[in-house]
């Protein structure tokens, strides 16, 4: 995570990685023909791109800077108690 914030741009293949760019706010280039985590391309944090377009798309996402767009729904990076607070209702529905 600290080498994702700290990057201008990130190229990868890795599904986990679209993600973290998106929280981080770090423009992402895929570099495949589709993904697994669609909501970072329709977001626009995310771009697929092959390998003839490399060069231009990392000079381009450089430029631009940081994502600027809106983050999915739930990408508030409040998970953890929104799932605390879903086990505690559920063992207390429960009886336990």
Not at 3 to 26: C, I, K, M, N, P
Request: net charge positive.
């Amino acid at each position: 995570m600290a080498l994702l914030r700290g990057a201008a741009a990130v190229v990868t293949d890795s599904g986990g990685v679209q993600e973290e760019t998106t929280f981080l706010r770090v423009p992402c280039l895929t570099l495949r023909p589709n993904t697994e985590r669609p909501i970072t391309i329709s977001s626009g944090s995310n771009r697929l791109i092959t390998q003839a377009e490399l060069s231009s798309a990392v000079l381009k996402a450089c430029a631009a800077g940081p994502y600027q767009g809106e983050l999915p729904p739930l990408w508030d990076g409040a998970a953890g108690p929104r799932i605390a607070r879903g086990i505690s209702g559920w063992l207390a529905d429960h009886g336990r």
